[in-house]
């Protein structure tokens, strides 16, 4: 026998304190010749629904109670009168059921007596079950006895979690500031006070954290029914299993999942399970089976649907070895259209949406199949919302922090190799790219130390090692917006203040799978330039000095630089060969000035996704305005101009 | 149009801000540069336990400027709290009404207080220049 979720027991115990009390105040009205018959029947129903509960809890005493004063409160709706001398009896009775409820059935055996003498006529209770030995008290009678639900506005619950987990942080902090002084003083009362507040703080946090979760069984309840009637629509016998529903999860994700579990499992049914005279050629049982999975790893909670269906189509799987997840695959990535996906393998319908939605709670989305065998979609979903637990890595002194959901391991890139001017390193037999995590930032940053550490991070598209200084464990941090003036930079979730009071951006791993496509290749000191073709830069400007002044900053950066005088010299070098990767134009010059040269290129059918970018010495709105209608990918304005900003943005557009 | 005015200092030019709008002053502290943001934002700084971000006043009137900056004004306006960074507070006071106009679109305008030009400026438009500098 399974034993019961303590989380029901406390509800049913609950249930039955709230018929208790109404079983009372009925019993005290009809005592006292206030009620009638109303009351007879509520009382009646408050024995009736005690008596239910009770037995399917295992209250066996309790269970016996109410059976008996049910019995007895039967007879007097039949007679429609109550005897004033029931009161008493009954009142005890009440009383004894909520000690027996409560775990102590001891006053249950003279009870079930009085209630026998007082209607010999009745049929004698259960006497077995009232004479087995009272069993052991529940252990936690008191909690028990105030174990009360009252609502919550979850706001309210998610303030106080803010507030708490700032409390933690707070208190890391002043830990950090006065742990070395009162190490010098050897104030060991002090540091005990310390260490007490902190456990204190992270018990009070948990327990916060706990009135956000519940277990997925809590959603799980329309499921079975929900696949029954799809497969009975589509002819198809399907047996759902559901294991580990008693995992806990953030009430915010379980919202947020539901309806991404039914249409998983609608894909699997619809889909993925054959119908029964396809499956029996394929010497698979006529009936299939879909398994709805969820389970803690580590911080990560893992929520899998799998079926053993027919599995993905093998061109598709094919595909994954051309550097592309499965989940990418399906979710429609490379496709032109949605449809082309499900014709194909029947699973893509939606999936790009259930990918969005994991990603959107902080998650990620795996896929894995076996042609014939079957698929598994796998959601890794952080543990909590309130609280995200991020890797923190420096790069040039700063620190950034990463979703430790998005992280798969922590490496130390010491061999790479390269192709086509991108750094890669292998890893078990898989070769991922390595990029500088300042690269993927565009942020100007001293090289890396030969052999540093890189996070690699689960991508859309497989994964990338992040390459920084140091990487200095993980944190749960409380993430902060970075403020609505930087709303529109790309690339972070927040921001974090640590326990030393430091300032952690946090990054968005999918800013870092659009980045590191053109950051990727590394500069690590020993990773030489084998095969690497730098950058070529095309410069635009009709005074000489300004063309060489761009060209000595490009050179000393590591860029291949070409000029040109105007737009239309610059038009012809494009042409002639496609191998400019960025182009930097000035806005006033002879012949074809910088608008029309941008213009020109975006025309283009084979250039139009050239980068552009705007260095004049106009600084005016309309230029500005101008410039980003016509699809310039930056603007810089010549008196603000320098070597730092230069070099970020062509950083940022085209890498290093 | 009188009213208390917080004076600053940035790029060895004088401007001056509506007391209104201005939260608290203090030093500059301890910045944390954002990686691809416009030029003029200096980075996030934290404030009692808020993010708030900084930007460079001198930058972002496009002024050339090798001044240290020492220190920060927080402003405030509406649900936006953000931080400009100056060379330091001359003084909060009194200011008289603006006497010149300024073609400048981030000033409100300007007057001369003890022979020296003083810039109000206009937090709104200055603001909102921050991402219209912005590459991109």
Not at chain 1, 110 to 117: I, M, N
Request: with cysteine; charged share 25%.
């Amino acid at each position: 026998v399974t034993p019961l979720d303590p989380r029901i027991v406390d509800l049913a115990r609950q249930e039955a304190h709230d018929s208790l009390e109404a079983m009372e105040q009925s019993l005290l009205a009809l005592e006292s010749g206030a009620a009638g018959a109303e009351a007879i029947d509520a009382v009646f129903r408050a024995a009736h629904s005690i008596k239910g509960t009770a037995g399917m809890v295992g209250w066996d005493e309790a269970a016996a109670i109410a059976h008996v004063l049910e019995d007895r409160l039967d007879e007097c709706r039949t007679g429609a009168s109550f005897p004033a001398e029931l009161a008493g009896p009954m009142l005890r009775a009440t009383d004894a059921l909520r000690q027996a409820i409560d775990g102590d059935p001891s006053g249950a055996p003279p009870v079930l007596e009085e209630l026998a003498t007082l209607a010999p006529a009745a049929d004698a209770p259960p006497a077995g079950r009232a004479k087995e030995a009272p069993r052991a008290p529940d252990p936690r009678p008191a909690r028990a006895a105030s174990g009360r639900a009252i609502r919550v506005a979850a706001e309210k619950v998610d303030r106080m979690l803010d507030a708490v987990g700032e409390s933690v942080l707070h208190h890391r902090r002043l830990q950090h500031q006065l742990g070395e002084r009162i190490g010098a003083y050897g104030d060991g009362a002090a540091e005990e006070e310390l260490d007490r507040g902190e456990r204190l703080l992270e018990e009070l946090q948990d327990s916060v954290i706990a009135m956000r979760t519940l277990p997925l069984s809590s959603i799980t309840a329309p499921f079975p029914r929900a696949v029954r009637d799809m497969a009975a629509s589509e002819g198809k016998e399907v047996e759902l299993v559901i294991t580990g529903a008693d995992t806990q999860l953030d009430r915010v994700i379980l919202e947020g999942i539901s309806e991404t579990i039914t249409h998983l499992l609608r894909n699997a049914v619809a889909h993925g399970i054959e119908t029964p005279d396809e499956r029996e050629p394929a010497g698979k049982p006529r009936g299939g089976r879909v398994e709805l999975r969820a389970e803690q790893r580590g911080a990560l909670i893992a929520i899998e649907v799998a079926d053993d269906g027919r599995g993905v189509a093998p061109e598709l799987v094919a595909r994954v070895d051309h550097g592309e997840s499965l989940a990418d695959v399906l979710a429609g990535v490379g496709f032109s259209t949605a449809s082309e996906v499900s014709g194909l393998a029947g699973r893509g319908v939606g999936l790009d949406a259930v990918k969005t939605n994991v990603e959107r709670l902080s998650g990620s989305l795996e896929v894995l199949s076996e042609p014939g065998r079957g698929t598994r979609v796998v959601m890794l979903l952080p543990l909590t919302l309130a609280l995200l637990r991020v890797l923190i890595c420096e790069r040039d002194g700063q620190v950034f922090g990463l979703p430790l959901a998005s992280v798969r391991e922590v490496v130390e890139v010491a061999e790479t190799s390269s192709l086509a001017g991108r750094r890669s390193l292998e890893l078990r037999g898989e070769s991922i790219p390595v990029a500088d995590l300042a690269s993927i930032l565009g942020a100007a940053a001293p090289p890396l130390a030969p052999a540093p550490p890189a996070l690699v991070v689960r991508l859309p598209v497989g994964a990338v090692a992040i390459a920084c200084d140091r990487v200095l464990g993980d944190h749960d941090v409380v993430t902060k917006s970075i403020g609505r003036l930087l709303a529109d930079v790309p690339g972070y979730l927040g921001a974090a203040i640590l326990e030393d009071g430091r300032v952690a951006l946090i990054l968005d791993p999918r800013h870092v799978a659009r980045s590191y496509a053109t950051a990727a290749a590394l500069d690590v000191a020993d990773a030489g330039s084998d095969g690497y073709a730098a950058p070529r830069v095309l410069v635009v400007d009709d005074q000489f000095t300004v063309r060489e002044l761009q060209r000595s900053i490009l050179e000393t950066a590591g860029y291949s630089v070409e000029l040109a005088e105007d737009g239309r010299r610059a038009l012809e070098r494009i042409a002639r060969r496609s191998d400019i990767d960025i182009v930097l134009t000035d806005l006033e010059m002879p012949e074809m000035d910088g608008f029309e040269l941008l213009g020109a290129i975006r025309r283009d059918q084979e250039h139009s996704a050239l980068p552009v970018v705007i260095v004049t010495s106009r600084g005016d709105e309309d230029d500005r305005r101008r410039g980003v209608e016509e699809g310039a990918d930056a603007y810089i304005v010549k008196d603000e101009f320098d070597q730092q900003t230069l070099l970020g943005t062509i950083r940022r557009l085209v890498g290093p | 149009m009188t009213g208390v005015f917080v004076r600053v200092r940035a790029a060895g030019e004088h401007y001056a801000l509506p007391v209104e709008k201005v939260v608290e002053v203090g030093r500059l502290g301890d910045v944390t540069p954002v990686p691809g943001a416009p030029p003029a934002v200096l980075g996030i700084r934290n404030l009692r336990g808020q993010i708030m971000p900084v930007v460079d006043l001198a930058t972002l009137f496009g002024l050339a400027s090798d001044t240290a900056r020492e220190s920060i004004v927080v402003t405030e306006d509406g649900d936006q709290r953000v931080g400009l960074s100056v060379d330091s507070v001359v003084d909060v006071g009194i200011l008289p009404p603006p006497t010149e106009s300024s073609d400048a679109h981030h000033l409100s305008g300007a007057m001369l207080v003890d022979g020296t030009l003083v810039g109000v400026i206009d937090l709104d438009a200055a603001l909102g220049a921050v991402n219209g500098a912005q590459a991109r």
